[in-house]
């Protein structure tokens, strides 16, 4: 069974900070481009940044570069999203997902990911 686990989310206040992690099982995902998707409520998945097999190159959306960075240990099958400056407008559910077809091309479409998770819920709020 191959399964993709988010953790690390919760609550913060405006400008906090917060680590997402992503672990995988069941498989080897060292190949692989991984990314982090969100959906806020009554909106579709939104790309927010990806990550090469190896991990030298990443892609972000503008609305949070510079203030996240996105990595990986292929060691621990683990990927990790670090949240900076949080605003409100980053609140939503967020998701981790494997693209088992590319190994370096980060794609933003959600549709091109095969494998996610389950989710995990940040709230960005004073």
């Known amino acids: 069974q191959v399964q993709l686990v988010e953790s690390g989310g919760g609550l913060v206040q405006p400008g906090g900070s917060l680590t997402l992690s992503c672990a995988a099982s069941?498989?080897?995902?060292?190949?692989?481009?991984l990314g982090w998707f969100r959906q806020a409520p009554g909106k579709e998945h939104e790309f927010v940044a990806g990550?090469?097999?190896?991990?030298?190159?990443?892609n972000y959306a503008d609305s949070v570069k510079g203030r996240f960075t996105i990595s990986r240990d292929n060691a621990k099958n683990t990927v990790y999203l670090q949240m900076n400056s949080l605003k409100p407008e980053d609140t939503a559910v967020y998701y981790c997902?494997?693209?088992?077809?590319?190994?370096?091309?980060?794609?933003?479409?959600?549709?091109?990911?095969?494998?996610w998770g389950q989710g995990t819920q940040v709230t960005v709020s004073s």
């Open positions: 069941g498989r080897t995902f060292s190949r692989y481009v």
């Open positions: 990550i090469s097999w190896s991990g030298d190159v990443t």
């Open positions: 997902a494997a693209d088992l077809y590319a190994s370096r091309a980060i794609t933003t479409t959600p549709g091109r990911y095969e494998i």
